[in-house]
């Protein structure tokens, strides 16, 4: 059954709790809170999960106002909406609440029919919002990731010239990205954002753009360049800023601005003492001041024709001793902070690696029948460290750096290994012996998960595949969900036994729920709130195959008598509002288990099962349906029922034969009820 949306109300006021309660609670689920502290632990304890805040402006210890303040601060705003209780109609007071973030108002003293309304209404708006804000994201993300990826190349073809592999591109980047990162902790006065620094660190990658107008005998040579073949090396500066300053339609967009500015300017230093422009101090941008060090450090550490590579520590020596140039002293306290240096080094670590990126290189390096035995086993050895130091360095660093949580399990005995970074965010032991009997392990995943985790790894034995497949946890008294992958480990002298299972388990509770919500959103119809025509057949479809023997089914159709008038002499606005209110009155008089969907203009399809006599029931539901008024206009419906006591179960012939009763119902003089009895 579906759970219904949660609703938290914050309200001193008991009376006002209950009555809204009684408004509400038929529809959602309500939660109370007798202050902001109580509302605000609420939020706390399950900030995706609560569908709408009602919030009062006057409570004790704090307000309205004082409630959505930190609401804000902590970002809960833009998750749930709110909407305020009050009896204030003072403009400037209506003005404050709507500029600290409100949704909607509702005033006491509280009319049901408004109440019901706001809250549908602001419920459905939130979460188009919402939908809209995920797919504009989407839309930005994917444009941003081809960006990135056009960059790279042209950074890469510039590197290329240059007889480099072009990781100097990424070295520069990723160093870009720790020096800024830590330079925003050190001085918060710079403002740099997460989005500013990903754009530094993207521009970082046409640094040296305007290398491709200096000649490749000059950019390679392996000795010292004479004064000459100096100068025209510094032109690569100014250059690279004209190029990208040509590039047409673009010019004034952040990213080539800034691209611009590290351009031009990455040879500056603080003194002066740079080029092309001679720029001091703040004069030079700190983006490109940044990338300075970046592209020095990078260049001392890594091997180029002219220079052997420096230690990672040794080139940071030379940088603070001012052996490269006068940088800023700001920029100087983050390279010595041991973090930042930590960092830097794995990073030219991993970048050393990728002059060899696939291990069986190694391999057929150490068996080269040229090497002498002794090279070879040096050979052998050198490398075998160096992959070990790569896997974990990689291992750390895809640990730390992603929400995966990974682990390795070994058979016999059983035994878990969990990645100690993951340990220790969700609170659990490392290393874990009999995980199937572990207290603490029980109660994060509960026994079904891990039961089900073990029989998947009993039936896959003797299969190569891996294991894959979805879970859900309990997380605030709601399902959390979460995808598994195993991946089988054999023993080495026998290839089919299995010894044990590499393991991710990846958090996909928000791309389900992403999901379900579109799903929901393509499945309803938007003026009515039911099913729409498609999903209610496909709704019926299922249930008829899934139906249980014992039990009958019945489907109805109904329209709504005389519908034309209504549009014809008060407007089709007022003839949508009709049909919800219709589906609404049809939606009250059946139950949960029930389907009922719109099917066309004023055609709506009620399903249910149903345990003893048809008629009785659905003469209950007609009459609940077909009766009083809207606004003066008269509730009226003609309505055609078939069920499986007569038809075979099959969604057509049920249909076909219900639609046919409704004729008959049309015919009769319309406002009655005509239920097939095989006749």
């Not at 052997?308 to 940088?319: E, T, V």
């Amino acid at each position: 059954m579906d759970q219904k949306p949660k609703i938290l109300i914050v309200d001193d006021s008991a009376f006002n709790q209950e009555m809204l309660s009684e408004i509400l609670e038929e529809q959602y689920e309500i939660i109370k809170a007798d202050n902001g502290f109580e509302g605000l632990q609420v939020v706390e304890k399950d900030p995706h999960g609560i569908s709408l805040i009602l919030l009062d402006y006057y409570m004790p210890h704090m307000n309205g106002f004082e409630f959505l303040k930190i609401m804000k601060q902590r970002g809960w705003l833009s998750q749930i909406p709110i909407i305020m209780i009050t009896a204030e109609s003072d403009g400037e007071f209506i003005d404050q609440a709507y500029g600290y973030g409100i949704f909607d108002f509702i005033v006491r003293p509280f009319n049901v029919s408004i109440v019901r309304h706001r809250v549908e209404n602001t419920i459905l708006a939130h979460a188009k919002q919402k939908r809209l804000q995920y797919l504009v994201q989407k839309q930005v993300k994917e444009q941003g990731k081809q960006s990135d990826m056009l960059i790279n190349i042209l950074s890469h073809i510039v590197e290329f010239r240059n007889e480099e592999s072009g990781q100097h591109v990424l070295n520069v980047r990723q160093i870009t990205k720790v020096l800024l990162k830590k330079l925003t902790e050190i001085d918060p006065q710079l403002k740099l954002d997460n989005e500013t620094i990903e754009q530094i660190a993207l521009a970082s990658s046409l640094h040296d753009v305007g290398k491709i107008t200096v000649p490749s005998k000059i950019l390679n040579k392996p000795s010292r360049l004479d004064p000459e073949e100096f100068e025209q090396i510094k032109k690569h500066a100014k250059n690279g800023y004209d190029i990208l300053n040509k590039v047409p339609n673009y010019r004034n967009e952040p990213l080539m601005i800034v691209s611009k500015q590290i351009a031009r300017w990455h040879h500056e230093r603080f003194d002066g003492s740079g080029y092309p422009d001679g720029l001091k101090g703040s004069e030079i941008p700190i983006s490109a001041q940044v990338v300075a060090i970046a592209d020095v450090y990078d260049a001392l550490t890594m091997e180029r024709v002219y220079k052997k590579a420096f230690p990672p520590q040794k080139a940071i020596d030379m940088i603070l001793n001012g052996e490269c140039g006068c940088f800023n002293p700001l920029l100087l306290q983050v390279l010595k902070d041991p973090t930042v240096q930590k960092e830097l080094k794995e990073i030219v670590q991993m970048a050393k690696m990728e002059v060899i990126s696939d291990r069986r290189e190694f391999l057929d390096l150490c068996t080269d029948p040229i090497l002498t035995p002794s090279l070879r086993d040096d050979f052998a050895a050198e490398a075998l460290d160096l992959i070990s130091k790569r896997d974990q360095i990689s291992y750390t660093f895809y640990s730390e750096k992603t929400q995966e949580i990974r682990f390795e399990i070994s058979l016999d005995p059983m035994f878990l290994t969990i990645s100690s970074s993951m340990a220790k965010k969700y609170e659990i032991p490392s290393s874990i012996l009999d995980p199937q009997h572990d207290p603490l392990l029980l109660e994060k995943l509960g026994k079904e998960n891990i039961d089900r985790i073990l029989h998947e790894i009993e039936c896959s034995k003797g299969k190569e595949d891996d294991i894959d497949f979805n879970f859900s946890t309990e997380h605030g008294g709601e399902p959390h969900w979460w995808r598994i992958i195993l991946h089988p480990l054999y023993h080495e002298k026998d290839p089919k036994d299995v010894r044990g299972y590499l393991g991710l388990l990846l958090d996909i509770h928000s791309q389900k729920m992403t999901h379900e919500m579109l799903e929901r959103s393509a499945s309803i119809d938007e003026l009515t709130g039911l099913l729409n025509k498609n999903y209610t057949q496909i709704q019926v479809k299922k249930r008829l195959e899934e139906a249980d023997e014992m039990m009958e089914y019945a489907i109805a159709i109904l329209d709504l008598d005389f519908f034309k008038n209504a549009n014809d002499e008060y407007g089709h606005a007022f003839g949508d509002e009709v049909l919800a209110y219709l589906a609404k009155r049809i939606q009250g008089s059946i139950r949960k288990l029930d389907i009922a969907g719109r099917i066309g203009g004023d055609e709506f399809l009620i399903m249910l099962q149903y345990p003893g006599n048809l008629e009785t029931i659905m003469d209950r539901i007609f009459h609940t349906i077909s009766s009083g008024s809207y606004k003066g206009f008269p509730i009226s419906i003609s309505m055609g029922v078939a069920s499986t006591e007569y038809i075979k179960r099959n969604f057509d012939d049920l249909f076909n034969v219900a639609d046919f009763m409704l004729y008959e119902a049309k015919r009769s003089g319309r406002g009655c009820l005509k239920i097939y009895k095989g006749e």
